[in-house]
């Protein structure tokens, strides 16, 4: 596991100097039809409080880009067109693209450019989606879509993303209610996962304060707060044997399933399918299967390589798109999960202990 490791601290460095490269800076553009000649606000946001940090020229194609200085974490700021406004969010000193029209300004759009942009849309989508089918006013008890956005959260709780939807309103009313005892839950997850790896960031304390203001003396602790109430997203895709396997019904046959998503062509891969191999042959009679996604270019390779494991290996094409690394808040690969019992349980955020949590759960 030294060897990923290292890996992991090298593409740590080459982000590194790609960002002083940079300067820091990061770029929002794209083109809206129907807005030639006419000028968007460009907004941040402290904790809620919405203010003006640029003005941006449309030209007459609807064409429009504008730089702006990197904060140093992540965050979210929207474009205001008129009286419509749209979200996005930057992660560091990405470039983020939107194509849409003046009129669908607001609700039908297309983000891109990073994970975290186009998470952020599908996340919007949904949202009105469920307005459109059951009312903003139900929105808080629709408990189909409060499942999948707090899966979307354990995938990644100290993600822009999950800060996001954690303070997503629709009508003036918040999606999870602090309030609401299970809502609050879900808070305090995403506030002990900022607090635990975005110290320094200002969302970390406003979560915090939201999460301890409206604590009620019965609440447990944030550390239990775990995927045991949390459903399955499920992913079906086929093995190398062309035979459909589905996530969820490997979970059904199994106590425990590490799901794995990674890509054979990385360097990382051979030590990290070695290192799976080791845990696969020592927990396998004890309830446990690896359910391994794969989004390598070349099929024919992927599967010359997934013959030779005894484990689920499942091909993610292009025709397939990344649906599934956008449920499951995946922003960059290798990146595993464990599911116990039917459900999430946990996101591995360090690879190198895979072992150690595979054994945690058996």
């Known amino acids: 596991m030294k060897s990923i490791i290292k890996y992991i601290l090298s593409v740590a460095t080459v982000a590194s100097i790609a960002s002083c490269s ?8 794209g083109k809206i ?5 006419k000028t968007m606000i460009l907004e941040a946001s402290d904790n809620g409080r919405w203010y003006p940090i640029d003005t941006i020229s449309i030209n007459s194609t609807g064409q429009f880009k504008a730089t702006h200085a990197a904060a140093g974490y992540p965050d979210i700021y929207r474009l205001r067109l008129d009286n419509k406004t749209l979200y996005f969010p930057i992660d560091s000193i990405e470039t983020v693209t939107v194509v849409t029209n003046a009129d669908a300004f607001d609700h039908d759009y297309t983000l891109s450019g990073s994970t975290s942009a186009e998470m952020l849309m599908h996340v919007d989508k949904r949202v009105m989606d469920a307005v459109e089918h059951g009312g903003a006013a139900k929105l808080a008890k629709d408990s ?18 999950s800060y996001y939807i954690i303070n997503k309103r ?3 009313m918040p999606i999870f209610d602090p309030a609401d005892k299970s809502d609050l839950r879900v808070i305090g997850a995403v506030a002990n996962a900022f607090n635990q790896y975005r110290p320094m960031d200002p969302r970390s304390t406003y979560l915090k304060n939201l999460f301890l203001s409206n604590r009620a003396t019965s609440l447990l602790p944030t550390d239990t707060i775990v995927a045991e109430e949390l459903g399955l997203l499920d992913i079906e895709l086929y093995d190398n044997k062309g035979y459909k396997k589905s996530l969820s019904q490997t979970a059904a046959d199994n106590r425990v399933v590490l799901l794995n998503f990674t890509a054979y062509g990385l360097d990382v891969s051979p030590a990290l399918n070695v290192a799976l191999n080791n845990i696969y042959q020592r927990y396998h009679n004890q309830g446990l299967e690896i359910y391994q996604i794969a989004f390598d ?16 290996c499942v091909y993610n094409s292009a025709a397939d798109g990344n649906s599934h690394l956008v449920r499951y808040n995946v922003g960059a690969i ?24 595979v054994a945690r759960h058996i």
């Open 297 to 312: 270019g070349d099929e024919y390779k992927w599967r010359q390589a997934a013959k030779n494991l005894p484990w689920i």
């Open 22 to 29: 940079n300067e820091h800076q990061w770029t929002v553009d």
């Open 144 to 161: 189909l879509l409060k499942r999948e956005l707090t899966g979307m959260l354990l995938g990644d709780p100290a993600g822009i993303v």
């Open 334 to 357: 290798p990146a595993a999960f464990i599911i116990k019992n039917g459900t999430l349980a946990a996101r591995i955020t360090d690879i190198s202990k895979i072992e150690s949590e």
């Open 170 to 172: 629709v009508g003036g």
């Open 33 to 37: 039809e129907g807005a030639g000649g």
